[in-house]
C-alpha cells in the first residue's frame, strides 16, 4: 500500500487571527519559540505569534541564541490558529538551523530576562544542542483494519478457526459463553500479532535512525505511534526504508509518516515561564 507522506505544514501569507487571554496589556514581553546555536543577530521574518505580525529574531548568550518575537504579555490558549503560528516560526529557522523547540506559550518579560535564563541553563543548552545537531525527527504511525484482521486470523489461526467453525454449527442461544471465549481468544490473537508487526517494523528501521520513541496509540486502528530521530543526510535512506516496509505488508498495514520535524520527542528543556499580573 502506498505510504502517505505529510510534510510540515505551511502557513497562510497572511498572519492566522489567534485566541489570546489577556494578563497585562501595559506590559510587553517577548514569546519564545526555541534555542540555536549562534553568537550573531539574526532576524527570520515578521511571522511572530498573536496576529499582528512581529519581528522574530534573535537573542544571544555567548554562542546560543533564544529564537523569540515581541507580544504583550499573554497567555496563548492552544488553538490550531496559534499552534501553527508557534510551528510555523520553528519550521522556518529549522531550514538553516539545527533548533531545539520550546514548550508552545513560553513568554519572559524582557531580552535581559532571557539573557539571563540562557546564561543560568547554558551547560544544559550546549549539550543538548551538541546532541541534536544536524539531526531531525520523523513520525511514524501505523493502522490496521481490525476486522480484515479478525477474519484473516478466523482463517488462518488454527485454534480460533477451529472453534468459529464449531460454534457457527450452534444455534446462538446455546453459544454464548462460547462466543465470549472465542472473543477473548481473537483479542489475544490480535495482541500477538500486533506487538509482532511493530517489533519488526523498529527492527527494520533500526539501522537508519539514531533513537527512536513509542508513544501511546489513539485508536483501535492505530498499532503504533512512533518518532524517530534521523541524521539529515539519511533522510533518503528512511523514507525508502519505510516505502520498503510498506510494500512488504502490503494491504495488512496503512502508514504515515510526517516531518521533517525538530527534535519535539527527543528533549525535554522547559524555561520558566514569567506571567504578567494584573494590577
Known amino acids: 500500500m502506498p505510504v502517505s507522506v505529510q510534510s510540515p505544514r505551511q502557513s497562510a501569507a497572511t498572519a492566522p487571527q489567534t485566541n489570546l487571554t489577556l494578563v497585562d496589556s501595559r506590559q510587553e514581553g ?35 541564541s533564544a529564537v523569540i518575537s515581541k507580544t504583550p504579555v ?48 547554558y551547560p544544559s543548552l550546549k549539550d543538548v ?14 493502522m490496521w483494519e481490525r476486522d480484515h484482521i479478525i477474519d484473516e486470523l478466523k482463517k488462518e489461526h488454527e485454534e480460533i478457526h477451529r472453534f468459529h467453525q464449531e460454534i457457527t454449527r450452534k444455534h446462538l442461544q446455546s453459544t454464548y459463553l462460547a462466543r465470549m471465549q472465542l472473543g477473548r481468544m481473537i483479542e489475544k490473537a490480535l495482541s500477538e500479532r500486533s506487538t509482532e508487526y511493530v517489533r519488526e517494523i523498529y527492527e527494520d528501521l533500526r539501522g537508519v535512525c539514531v ?15 512512533a ?17 520498503r516496509i510498506a510494500k512488504k505488508f502490503g494491504d495488512r498495514l496503512n502508514f504515515k509518516y510526517t516531518g521533517p520535524w525538530p527534535p519535539y520527542n527527543f528533549v525535554n528543556i522547559r524555561l520558566k515561564l514569567e506571567r504578567g499580573t494584573a494590577n
Open 211 to 225: 533513537a527512536s520513541r513509542d508513544n501511546k496509540p489513539i485508536g483501535d486502528k492505530m498499532i503504533m505511534n
Open 74 to 121: 499573554f497567555i496563548f490558549d492552544p488553538t490550531r490558529e496559534n499552534a501553527l503560528a508557534h510551528e510555523h516560526v520553528i519550521e522556518t529557522v529549522m531550514k538553516q538551523h539545527t533548533i531545539i523547540p520550546m514548550s508552545f506559550g513560553t513568554v519572559f518579560r524582557t531580552d535581559d530576562d532571557i539573557r539571563e535564563v540562557l546564561r543560568s541553563i
Open 227 to 243: 518518532a524517530f530521530l534521523i541524521q539529515r543526510e539519511r533522510e533518503a535512506e528512511f523514507d525508502a526504508a519505510v516505502n
Open 129 to 142: 544542542l551538541k546532541q541534536m545537531e544536524g539531526k531531525v525527527e520523523f513520525g511514524l504511525k501505523v
Open 30 to 64: 517577548r514569546y519564545v519559540y526555541g534555542i540555536i546555536q549562534s553568537k550573531d543577530a539574526m532576524s527570520f521574518g515578521k511571522m511572530g505569534i498573536g496576529g499582528t505580525g512581529e519581528l522574530v529574531y534573535s537573542v544571544a548568550h555567548g554562542d546560543i
